[in-house]
T-cell receptor, first 114, second 115 residues
Framework: DADVTQTPRNRITKTGKRIMLECSQT?????MYWYRQDPGLGLRLIYY???????NKGEISDGYSVSRQAQAKFSLSLESAIPNQTALYFC?????????????FGPGTRLLVL | SQQGEEDPQALSIQEGENATMNCSYK?????LQWYRQNSGRGLVHLIL?????REKHSGRLRVTLDTSKKSSSLLITASRAADTASYFC???????????????FGKGTLLTVNP
């Protein structure tokens, strides 16, 4: 089984709808991240969480919110989706205890906002 | 803002040839990492090099780091069709004075290895 899973894998929604993307991990890592990827722009950090009580805004947090329900779960919400939020979204985890801060990525959620 | 910038944006080579990708960054770092992404899939960590290291090897991968030039290179030797993917460098933000650790990714190099 995959260590970092994301649901749904694909989602089509309409402008103005609220949607939630979910991320679960079995790696036991405290740190979790949400990124979006757009063609030609690489990955940009939306939000990150270093433990259940810690939530931080990333580079592009406007229009998004997150919830860290447990160590293993980190959800990303689009309160009112707009077309320019069409992108590939990735969740990632890391473990500071390793001293290397390697990040482990989920398979991604492809979101299309009409 | 992007910390790392890869060069070239795209690279096409024949199987068996070596592939070299470069990454430049702006601020001081503690380490630099390279990741690989197959089309539409999640990124996979390849190798990490610390700021006090100049070269590191892992299988067919060789990474160099020049902190004076704020640049790194990734060399893939004897490339295979299965190496076709996008490659990203990522730098940590600790050196910028940020209190929380996070990575900043470049825009990537798309490598195509033709059989």
């Amino acid at each position: 089984d995959a260590d970092v899973t994301q649901t749904p894998r694909n989602r089509i929604t309409k402008t103005g709808k609220r949607i939630m993307l979910e991320c679960s991990q079995t790696k036991g890592h405290d740190r979790m991240y949400w990124y979006r990827q757009d063609p030609g722009l690489g990955l940009r950090l939306i939000y990150y969480s270093f433990d259940v009580k810690d939530i931080n805004k990333g580079e592009i947090s406007d229009g998004y919110s997150v919830s860290r329900q447990a160590q293993a779960k980190f959800s990303l919400s689009l309160e009112s989706a707009i077309p320019n939020q069409t992108a590939l979204y990735f969740c990632a985890t890391s473990d500071p205890g390793t001293g290397q801060e390697t990040q482990y990525f989920g398979p991604g959620t492809r979101l299309l906002v009409l | 803002s992007q910390q790392g910038e890869e060069d070239p944006q795209a690279l096409s080579i024949q199987e068996g040839e070596n592939a070299t990708m470069n990454c430049s960054y702006k601020t001081s770092i503690n380490n630099l990492q390279w990741y690989r992404q197959n089309s539409g899939r999640g990124l996979v960590h390849l190798i990490l090099i610390r700021s006090n290291e100049r070269e590191k090897h892992s299988g067919r991968l060789r990474v160099t780091l020049d902190t004076s030039k704020k640049s790194s290179s990734l060399l893939i030797t004897a490339s295979r069709a299965a190496d076709t993917a996008s490659y990203f460098c990522a730098t940590d933000d600790r050196g910028s004075g940020g209190s929380n650790y996070k990575l900043t990714f470049g825009k990537g190099t798309l490598l195509t290895v033709n059989p």
